[in-house]
Nanobody
Framework: QVQLVESGGGLVQAGEPLRLSCAAS????????MGWFRQTPGKEREFVAA????????AQTNAVKGRFTISRDNAKNTVYLQMNSLKPEDTAVYYC???????????????WGQGTQVTVSS
């Protein structure tokens, strides 16, 4: 069983940075693929970024390439999402997820956090 707790969300102005954190419990963290997804009301949850267990491989959606960076610290059982140059369209609830394959599909992730709200004002 893996428990995930996100933090770091908030209200920022367009162009400002924000860093999300996701703390994981459980002994399998270092072997788990970790992903970030986001969701706005009325829309499906969409993939943002993912990172392999070792941190050696990452994937991102085109909408955030060059602005967002995913990283992890296996010693702290934590995965991060550094978000720079934020835009109003990045406003969403951001979810952390744990899975076994580096994938953009939310069905490939077994465990989910409760989400953290990110709001970007123009």
């Amino acid at each position: 069983q893996v428990q995930l707790v996100e933090s770091g969300g908030g209200l920022v102005q367009a162009g400002e940075p924000l860093r999300l954190s996701c703390a994981a419990s459980g002994r399998t963290f270092s072997s788990s693929v970790m992903g970030w997804f986001r969701q706005t009301p009325g829309k499906e949850r969409e993939f943002v970024a993912a990172i392999s267990g070792s941190g050696g491989s990452t994937a991102q959606t085109n909408a955030v390439k060059g602005r967002f960076t995913i990283s992890r610290d296996n010693a702290k059982n934590t995965v991060y999402l550094q978000m720079n140059s934020l835009k109003p369209e990045d406003t969403a609830v951001y979810y952390c997820a744990a899975g076994s394959r580096l994938s953009p599909r939310n069905t490939d992730y077994d465990y989910w956090g409760q989400g953290t709200q990110v709001t970007v004002s123009s």
